[in-house]
């Protein structure tokens, strides 16, 4: 079974400042990767989509890789902003399955003014 | 284009009652999707759908039911609520399973406790 892992759950930034967010799984055999943000009480929003065959995609400030060798990705975020602060979820698609998709638990920054 | 709908935003539920989560789509998505989220927990797929007629349970099917009598709905039934199912549940829709139409879009969720 796929294990998808976000560290840190939680993270705290000041306003302006560069930070990266991780999602590491287990099982390198994956069709993609997506990156969501959730707010509050909200539904999920998609940030980028990753396919297997790609290194990285750009969306604004936001930057997302991928090392499908080493089970990692991480999501870049540039000059942070208050609007910023939120839960970041990576889900990763494994080949195997049309039940196939898997995700971390989240990380939750919050961007201090 | 209003994306994944989600009905009702919230209720509240006694012990043994039974309910509809109801979940429309306009994007002529094939695939659907049932979620629960709690606290602290990974989303876990309840049920998912390939296309209309077609469902198949996912990680945590108990307790629930699902059918897709057209492409754009999918409903959820909880039969006999439970405590345990006191959650936050999202739909969610993706035209395919693969590459970048396999991009998973979600609904705003509906709250659910059981009481």
């Keep these: 079974k796929q294990e998808v892992t976000q560290i840190p759950a939680a993270l705290s930034v000041p306003e302006g400042e560069n930070l990266v967010l991780n999602c590491s799984f287990t099982d ?4 993609n ?3 969501f943000r959730q707010d509050p009480g909200k539904g999920l929003t998609s940030l980028l989509l990753i396919q297997s065959s790609q290194r990285e995609q750009t969306s ?4 997302a890789s991928l090392d499908k ?3 990692r990705s991480t999501l870049y975020i540039a000059a942070s902003q208050p609007g910023d602060s939120a839960t970041y979820l990576c889900a990763v698609r494994k080949k195997t399955g049309a039940n196939n998709l898997f995700f971390g638990t989240g990380t939750r920054l919050t961007v201090i003014p | ?3 994944v709908t989600q009905t009702p935003k919230f209720r509240i ?3 043994g009652q039974s309910m509809t989560l109801q ?3 306009d994007m002529n998505h094939n695939y659907m999707y049932w979620y629960r989220q709690d606290p602290g927990m990974g989303l876990k797929l309840i049920y998912y759908s390939v296309g209309a007629g077609i469902t198949d349970k996912g990680e945590v099917p108990n307790g629930y039911n699902v059918s897709r009598s057209t492409t754009e709905d999918f409903p959820l039934r909880l039969e006999l609520a439970a405590p345990s199912q006191t ?4 739909c969610a829709s993706s035209y395919s399973s693969t590459g970048v139409t396999g991009e998973l879009f979600f609904g705003e969720g509906s709250r659910l406790t059981v009481l």
């Design chain 2, 13 to 15: 539920l006694k012990i």
């Design chain 2, 1 to 3: 284009n209003a994306g």
């Design chain 2, 87 to 90: 959650s936050v549940y999202f």
């Design chain 2, 23 to 25: 979940c429309t789509q």
């Design chain 1, 33 to 35: 990767l997506q990156w």
């Design chain 1, 28 to 31: 390198s055999a994956i069709y």
């Design chain 1, 60 to 63: 604004g400030r936001l930057n």
């Design chain 1, 69 to 71: 060798s080493s089970g």
